[in-house]
């Protein structure tokens, strides 16, 4: 063989050359990333290299995450946790809740611990919560019903209750509950309403605009204590552990800085939208994030506000103060949230905890939201992880249950698919939370749509999670980055086409009729009947050993079910008015003409119709045992 050594010599300069060029690649590479890392370092992004302030890294982590990628944040996290780890356990891991608390009088709380025998405890030990900054203006009754509510009922500390008000004084309220003073900063608002002038809606809002202005630059610019606040107006009702809520749930501010705030409202979280294959402890204790601000009843800290919503609030204006903090929050911002609510509007006075403890009938469509309220007295110590709603946790969670779903293609499938514990998924051919598209489904499930600012209300990066006829549905846009073409094909489908005609009545032209009446016709768990004069449809189940769920009952919101299953009783079957507000019906009155509602969120299983009215609740009972 006869080597040629030009060649050799060409060839070893050749890999020499690439040696060195790859060389070079390497050293530039890992010299940027060096470089970016010393940067988010120094802004506070890495969290270890740039500097030993834990408070000033965590303010310019909240200041740059909207410009995340998913790995940047999880990154971040992990290094909060390292900067928690001393509380790491109590914080995420086994976050210790009391449960089924009854509160009585005086702040004594009796324990049912055997059953001939009562344990009373003082309650010197009062739960470790934010400070409580209350919101008033001329709703003394109001102010006072709140108050009782969160000592009696809530466990609050007193020492950290603040009570703004710009209306008539109410020292003589707070004296009572031992809180110390009324704080009266709001100037402009004082001046309106002492005034002998008639205010327009526009100065109303201006004015309340100022009041909130002012409330939160005194929590967050005053107090140094307050790194995190709840705020409440005065006239809602907390639930027993709402403070305890806002508590372990705030915590998951201090590890994920895409967390813009803590709500104790559900927009949607009326008694129908309840998923009916979990139990109790499962509905209660379910967190959702969402893309929309949520009020009534909220917590947001020092951060979020000095870093997002006071920049974005400089001038006064009649901009409603909700959705100047809605526009605050950035791509990438969620609020965290209950399926059960733990707040209820209650504008009416004669609604409080005890009459919602005791399951006195609605006066409003407020009392058809479910509400988180233990009934017994014993107590419960669950030790729960929190940690599923970090977000890479939380959205790992949210893909697998989308994945695992079954897709339908239209919602009209869903009451015939009773039998089943399968969760759904719709996909909505929408380009953004913006596209009308959300509107047409919204409606269609009768849920609560756009809020702050056109917001869609419990969406999630493109995902609203809820139920229909009590089966939990995914209603995914296809612009979600959990949405996937792929998975989607490989996913189980159920097509509306595929069914068999002849199980649908050919005189019925409505598609969702025809699989409502498909249910009550096939679904042996239910009875469809007439409770007696007097009997709310909860009172008349359980006295024959049954169950009455909001979530069944909305298969009489259509009149033609109703007819056709109250034939022998109903002579003919109406709508009530859209505008009326009672949530008795359906019902069968004297006359032998039964009325229902086509409206979801006025269905109740405790409401009773008046006595006078000598008529008789219309309802279905569940057999659980089948």
């Known amino acids: 063989m006869i ?105 004594v709380r009796k324990f049912r611990i055997k059953k001939n025998s009562d344990i009373t405890a003082n309650l010197d030990k009062l739960y470790d919560h934010p400070p409580i900054a209350i919101v008033t203006s001329n709703k003394p009754k109001h102010l006072d019903r709140l108050l009782a509510n969160l000592i009696n009922n809530c466990n609050a500390n007193i020492d950290r209750i603040k009570v703004f008000n710009d209306g008539k004084s109410v020292q003589n309220i707070l004296s009572k509950y031992n809180v110390t003073k009324e704080y009266r900063i709001s100037k402009k608002s004082q001046e309106g ?29 005053n107090e140094t204590n307050s790194d995190k606040v709840i705020f409440l107006e005065e006239d809602l009702i907390m639930s027993p552990d709402s403070l305890e809520y806002f508590n372990h749930l705030s915590k998951l501010m201090n590890y994920d800085p895409s967390i813009f705030g803590i709500s104790a409202w559900n927009d949607n979280g009326f008694k129908w939208n309840v998923e009916q294959s979990r139990s109790n402890f499962e509905n209660k204790f379910s967190f959702l994030r969402q893309d929309h601000f949520g009020g009534l009843g909220f917590l947001i800290s020092r951060e979020i506000y000095k870093k997002r919503i006071e920049p974005n609030w400089q001038v006064e204006s009649t901009t409603p103060w909700d959705v100047i903090v809605q526009q605050s929050m950035r791509s990438g911002d969620s609020c965290i949230f209950p399926e059960i609510p733990r707040s209820q509007h209650a504008p009416l006075l004669e609604r409080n905890y005890d009459s919602i403890f005791k399951d006195q009938p609605e006066k409003d469509g407020w009392g058809n939201y479910n509400f988180y309220l233990p009934k017994i007295t014993t107590v419960h110590t669950y030790h729960m992880n929190l940690s599923k709603y970090l977000s890479p946790e939380y959205d790992l969670q949210v893909k697998k249950r989308i994945m695992r ?20 998924v719709y996909y909505v051919p929408a380009k953004s939370n913006d596209d009308p598209r959300w509107d047409a489904v919204i409606d269609k499930l009768q849920m ?30 296809t612009y979600s980055p959990f949405y996937s073409q792929q998975q989607r094909n490989k996913s189980q489908r159920i097509l509306f086409n595929d069914f068999p005609k002849e199980e649908f009545d050919p005189t019925i032209t409505n598609h969702l009729t025809n699989t409502m009446l498909f249910r009550t016709d096939k679904d042996l768990s239910l009875d469809i009947t007439l409770a007696e004069k007097g009997f709310s449809c909860k009172d008349f189940c359980e006295k024959h050993k049954v169950s009455c769920l909001e979530s069944d009952m909305m298969l009489l919101t259509d009149s033609t079910i109703v007819l056709l299953q109250l034939e022998q009783h109903c002579s003919q079957v109406n709508y009530v008015p ?47 045992s089948f």
């Not at 419990?458 to 999670?465: A, F, L, P, R, T």
Request: charge should be positive.
């Open 448 to 477: 609560v749509g756009r809020g702050n600012g056109g917001a869609v209300r419990g969406i999630y990066k493109g995902v609203i999670e809820t139920t229909f006829f009590g089966k939990r549905v995914y209603l995914v846009g």
């Open 578 to 624: 859209s505008n009326n507000t009672d949530t008795f019906y359906p019902i069968k009155d004297k006359d032998g003409i039964c009325w229902t509602t086509n409206q979801y969120s006025k269905l109740s299983c405790t409401s009773k119709p008046p006595k006078k009215s000598e008529a008789s609740r219309i309802c279905i009972c569940k057999d659980k």
């Open 193 to 221: 309403s002492n005034s002998n002038q008639v205010l327009s809606n526009e100065e109303k809002q201006y004015y309340m605009n100022s009041h909130y202005k002012e409330i939160f630059s005194f929590m967050f610019n």
């Open 405 to 424: 779903a079954t897709e339908v293609d239209t919602l009209n499938s869903i009451p015939m698919m009773f039998s089943t514990s399968n969760r759904f």
């Open 3 to 107: 080597i040629d050594s030009k060649n050799l010599v060409t060839n070893k300069k050749r890999l020499i050359f690439g040696a060195v060029f790859i060389l070079l690649i390497f050293y530039f590479i890992f010299s940027s990333d060096e470089e970016n890392f010393k940067e988010r370092s120094q802004r506070g992004v890495g969290g270890i290299v740039g500097g030993n302030n834990k408070g000033q890294q965590q303010q310019q982590q909240q200041q740059q995450r909207a410009e995340w990628s998913d790995s940047q944040l999880t990154k971040t996290i992990k290094e909060n946790m390292k900067l928690n780890n001393a509380t790491i356990e109590s914080d995420l891991y086994k976050v210790k809740w009391l449960d089924e608390i009854r509160p009585d009088n005086e702040r």
